[in-house]
């Protein structure tokens, strides 16, 4: 069943109105309204729009009831079923609308830009609130994220390292300075590693991660740099997109080398204020490439509180994968030694190498 077939709209003059949108447009100008979601609860939280809020024209139950009466008894049943849920709820969704509203315009959507979009862009404009649709809806917004890679001329630096080189400090302190900074860890809610989770929100759906990208990135300038810290494919349960991945594999990379101590010293004070039981699950995680013997030696050094022997027992096995993730990186790579453990300094240095040509010649 489709969406158009629940419940009709009026046309002409009682619709003229309404504005519909491209996607790229509908965002742009959604900045001086609100977003409104009219798909379920369940579809909103699969996915959404950043900042979106949600006033669904069905619940859940409610949409599968009416797909099934459709599927079954036709769309005459089904539009009167539809109304049916509707009806007694109108007033509570201009209600709700209105408070999300607050004198701003609505710009509201659907998963095609079909009728319930339309249907509760007209109650809303009835009740005397602006509205703009989207052309093609949320699933056009999907859709317009990867048109948005292939179309335009990305920069993206990938500020790579051994684990503990403080990649995701630098990266602040880049993005103190006024620089483009995608935080791909900070959306995934995870540092990327078996102890990627610990201290961190609950991970997003993979389709809010790739929104929550899409948010980021259409705030940048292309024609500006975008600094990126490399990743692999997966953060944590969440995957980056095939066309973003490939885009940052074949990106010039910034590789950082500070001294072993720095890293381990960085890593103890990152992770030691952890239950020693998720550390000890943690590494757990990565006995079978750890070995072990080894396991056993770093699960004790965490019992005992030896962090630091714990941390350098962890690098045997992440240094090895670091070597290989080098190995297929097809762009430009700059190999950066340091022997200090200062983000600002090295964050200050970088800015000034790549705007002056020196940094990737």
């Known amino acids: 069943m489709t969406e158009r077939d629940i419940i009709t709209v009026p046309s002409g003059d009682d619709r003229k109105g309404v504005v519909s949108l491209s996607p790229g447009d509908f965002l742009q100008n959604s900045k001086e309204g609100r977003i409104v979601d009219v798909r379920t609860p369940a579809e909103f939280e699969k996915g959404h729009i950043p900042g979106a809020f949600n006033i669904p024209l069905f619940t859940n139950d409610q949409r599968v009831v009416v797909g099934t009466i459709y599927k079954k008894q036709g769309k005459e049943k089904a539009v009167l079923k539809g109304l049916e849920y509707v009806g007694p709820e109108m007033k509570n969704m201009v209600l709700k609308a209105?408070?999300?509203?607050?004198?701003?315009?609505?710009?509201?959507?659907?998963?095609?830009?079909?009728?319930?979009?339309?249907?509760?862009?007209?109650?809303?404009?009835?009740?005397?609130?602006?509205?703009?649709?989207?052309?093609?809806?949320?699933?056009?917004?999907?859709?317009?994220?990867?048109?948005?890679?292939?179309?335009?001329?990305?920069?993206?630096?990938?500020?790579?390292?051994?684990?503990?080189?403080?990649?995701?400090?630098?990266?602040?302190?880049?993005?103190?300075?006024?620089?483009?900074?995608?935080?791909?860890?900070?959306?995934?809610?995870?540092?990327?590693?078996?102890?990627?989770?610990?201290?961190?929100?609950?991970?997003?759906?993979?389709?809010?991660?790739?929104?929550?990208?899409?948010?980021?990135?259409?705030?940048?300038?292309?024609?500006?740099?975008?600094?990126?810290?490399?990743?692999?494919?997966?953060?944590?349960?969440?995957?980056?997109?095939?066309?973003?991945?490939?885009?940052?594999?074949?990106?010039?990379?910034?590789?950082?080398?500070?001294?072993?101590?720095?890293?381990?010293?960085?890593?103890?004070?990152?992770?030691?204020k952890y239950p020693k039981e998720e550390l000890i699950h943690s590494f757990e995680k990565i006995s079978k490439r750890l070995g072990g013997l080894r396991t056993k030696q770093a699960v004790e050094a965490v019992q005992k509180g030896e962090f630091d022997v714990a941390v350098q027992i962890g690098l045997e096995y992440y240094d090895k994968t670091y070597q290989h993730a080098i190995d297929n990186r097809t762009g430009r790579k700059v190999f950066f030694e340091t022997g200090y453990d200062e983000p600002d300094m090295i964050a200050k240095f970088l800015k000034e190498k790549y705007y002056s040509g020196k940094l990737l010649k």
């Open 98 to 272: 209105k408070g999300i509203s607050e004198g701003s315009p609505l710009y509201v959507h659907c998963w095609r830009g079909g009728m319930r979009s339309a249907s509760m862009a007209w109650l809303f404009e009835t009740a005397g609130i602006k509205c703009f649709t989207m052309k093609g809806g949320y699933k056009a917004y999907r859709r317009s994220f990867h048109e948005m890679l292939e179309n335009e001329k990305w920069k993206f630096i990938v500020i790579a390292g051994p684990t503990g080189s403080g990649k995701t400090a630098i990266l602040d302190e880049l993005k103190k300075m006024g620089e483009q900074v995608l935080d791909l860890e900070g959306l995934a809610h995870h540092k990327g590693s078996a102890f990627g989770s610990l201290g961190e929100e609950p991970q997003p759906t993979n389709e809010q991660f790739e929104n929550d990208i899409h948010h980021d990135i259409r705030s940048f300038s292309p024609e500006r740099p975008v600094w990126v810290e490399g990743e692999s494919r997966s953060i944590g349960r969440n995957f980056i997109s095939d066309d973003l991945f490939n885009m940052l594999v074949n990106s010039d990379t910034v590789h950082i080398y500070p001294d072993f101590e720095y890293r381990v010293k960085r890593l103890v004070v990152d992770y030691a």
